[in-house]
């Protein structure tokens, strides 16, 4: 299912959103230990880099407990700040932020700093790296927004993942975030409306 799943998705974590290779692996949303009817059911794959797979685990919270990448629109669940921090979105109300919360808890997407020394968490550390370059080429777009431009922006993000960091970036700029998104292989683009703004997805995951 892998090969499928990349083509599909595009070879990003569904959680964290990096850009991986050989270690992006297939992630079983409900865990097979505990499903195992599901162990080879399409409907219960997604990709997973080892970070968010291992921290994860086994855990079983449920498919109404949590936001799911597949499932939900988690850009409206988050929002990304300076120094690749995620906050739960202060928009959602009393329960929305409470399985927000949940979510970010599951694969720990908000952890920041090594444990006991070790830097072989790097998601937030790349995140931040890529919201610096998303800063710069914004720049470089608001001085000369150009075709040329917009198709180095695709070409780094497409490059680099964490789209949703790429969509904070280019906020104010729905042209822009329309043609990332539309970049990204898998983008549901009924999680916007006309003006990109982000919309409550379709239950049935379309």
């Not at 720990?108 to 072989?120: E, F, H, I, M, Q």
Request: aromatic content about 10%; proline content about 5%.
């Amino acid at each position: 299912a892998r090969g499928m799943l990349i083509k599909n998705m595009g070879q990003y974590c569904s959680y964290c959103e990096q850009k991986l290779g050989a270690s992006l692996a297939v992630e079983h949303v409900l865990p097979k230990d505990l499903y195992p009817t599901l162990k080879l059911s399409w409907d219960n794959f997604i990709l997973g880099c080892t970070n968010c797979n291992s921290t994860k685990g086994a855990k079983n919270p449920g498919l109404n407990n949590i936001y799911w990448p597949h499932i939900d629109n988690t850009y409206r669940a988050f929002t990304y700040h300076a120094g690749g921090r995620i906050k739960v979105n202060s928009a959602l109300n009393t329960s929305q932020q409470s399985k927000a919360k949940k979510t970010l808890k599951l694969t720990g997407l908000k952890k920041r700093k090594p444990v006991n020394g070790s830097a072989s968490d790097r998601r937030w550390i790349n995140r931040r790296s890529v919201m610096e370059q998303a800063k710069t080429l914004l720049d470089d777009y608001k001085n000369n927004p150009s075709e040329a431009q917009l198709r180095a922006i695709k070409i780094v993000a497409i490059n680099a993942g964490f789209w949703s960091v790429w969509m904070t970036i280019f906020q104010n700029y729905p042209d822009v975030q329309r043609e990332i998104s539309e970049a990204f292989p898998g983008t549901c683009m009924g999680c916007f409306d006309d003006n990109m703004n982000p919309i409550q997805r379709n239950p049935t995951g379309i």
